[in-house]
């Protein structure tokens, strides 16, 4: 018997090394036969698929067999002792699929129109915005921000075939505020009070349905944060609403500031998890990257223990933050590309974290200047394609780099 594993796993390999060059470039991954690295031949898609379905997928399967491999059995990681389903060999070699896009929308001041702006112009790949125009307040109530006139929002996203979904969070003037979300998940009726509520903004608007973003909630909140969402899920879901969740991201259990999500009970109730993968670096601390691509893979990787694939986005920033002694102050990427035309200041690239930064002095001293751009932001989108998840979230549309939309054509359209 391992003398026929040993022959097969042989003519495996060279089956593998012949069509593994075109099936990559079809695959659409950046990096691998796309025409960027010089690698691999690029097939048209019906001769790829022809291949994977009637050649690779059919030996790849009796392999799985062969060596005992079964998608639906579970391993335990030895240094974790989480179980893990391990992926089959054939999953490997699958086309990527079309990854959702999500854009957070938020007005910051009345006539404030970048988020809009960057809505109009990439409407074509986006697949739902989730608008910040409300907070949930101590007695169940929404107040609503009225910083713009949301009819026009939703007809544009409508008309152009975008879903609607509320972004709903505590956040009070310049924090998130906790002892509000903490009186409502701690007392029942104000609990249901919130939720109807919930439900009669989504009907007075025809929205299709919201984003929970409850932040900075301490560990004891756990279990009532995920009845909040049993709750919200059981009356909303039915209605056909949608229902998502953002969560901050961790890499254990043991991170006191992530300690609420718990993200094997809230996944049940959501039809996504947004990781909210940024600010490892933040206004609250020294400078450095907003997210660094190891710590991003790890903390999804982690999730993943938790969390359906399919319903998990990764959280991807768009902006920047520049750090003094004055303090912190976040930049989009226009005005980070202002800063760094002055004459004397070269951007540099932090090949650690994979991000792009600066620095430079004024009357106020020295500046730290960290910030995403498309080519960090890139890699990010890679992650996506390499653990086939859901998609990808964008906090917020106007920040960004306009660059990026290319990579997320690209992707999409599996070009």
Not at 114 to 126: H, P, R, Y
Not at 233 to 240: D, N, S, V
Not at 295 to 310: D, G, H, R
Request: negative net charge.
């Amino acid at each position: 018997m391992f003398r026929n594993k040993a022959i097969f796993c042989l003519l495996f390999a060279g089956v593998c090394l012949i069509f593994s060059p075109a099936l990559a470039g079809a695959s659409g991954i950046p990096g691998l036969g796309d025409g960027t690295d010089g690698v691999g031949v690029k097939l048209p898609n019906f001769i790829a698929n022809f291949l994977l379905d009637s050649v690779l997928n059919p030996i790849l399967g009796f392999f799985d067999k062969l060596v005992g491999l079964n998608p639906s059995d579970q391993s335990t990681s030895a240094d974790s002792g989480l179980k893990v389903a391990p992926s089959t060999l054939a999953a490997a070699f699958q086309p990527a699929k079309k990854p959702e896009v999500l854009g957070f929308y938020a007005e910051w001041w009345s006539g404030d129109k970048a988020s809009f702006s960057s809505f109009s112009e990439n409407a074509a790949q986006i697949d739902t915005i989730a608008p910040y125009w409300a907070t949930l307040e101590a007695d169940g109530t929404i107040s609503d921000r009225k910083l713009s006139d949301h009819e026009p929002v939703i007809k544009f996203a409508h008309r152009n075939g975008v879903k609607v979904t509320l972004l709903l969070n505590n956040r009070r003037g310049s924090g998130n505020q906790v002892p509000p979300i903490t009186k409502v998940l701690d007392n029942p009726s104000v609990l249901a009070k919130a939720v109807a509520n919930i439900e009669a903004y989504l009907k007075k608007y025809g929205l299709d349905g919201v984003n929970i973003d409850f932040e900075e909630l301490p560990a004891s909140s756990r279990d009532k944060l995920t009845d909040f969402m049993r709750q919200l899920y059981e009356r909303l879901a039915p209605a056909g609403y949608a229902v998502t969740i953002d969560v901050f991201p961790k890499e254990n259990e043991l991170e006191d500031f992530s300690a609420a999500y718990d993200y094997a009970a809230l996944s049940r109730y959501s039809d996504r998890v947004i990781l909210m993968t940024y600010d490892k670096h933040g206004t609250w601390g020294t400078a450095g990257a907003i997210a660094p691509l190891g710590w991003v893979k790890s903390c999804l990787i982690y999730a993943l223990n938790f969390i359906p694939k399919e319903k998990v986005y990764l959280g991807i920033a768009g902006y920047g933050y520049n750090w003094s002694e004055n303090g912190t102050e976040s930049l989009t990427y226009q005005e980070v590309c202002a800063l760094a035309s002055r004459p004397g200041i070269s951007v540099e690239w932090d090949d650690s974290t994979l991000s792009p930064h600066f620095t430079y002095w004024d009357d106020a001293g020295k500046h730290d200047v960290w910030f995403e751009n498309a080519a960090s932001m890139k890699y990010k989108l890679q992650l996506v394609q390499e653990y086939q998840i859901a998609g990808i979230a964008l906090w917020r549309l106007g920040d960004e780099d306009p660059g990026f939309w290319k990579s997320i054509k690209k992707i999409r359209n599996n070009t």
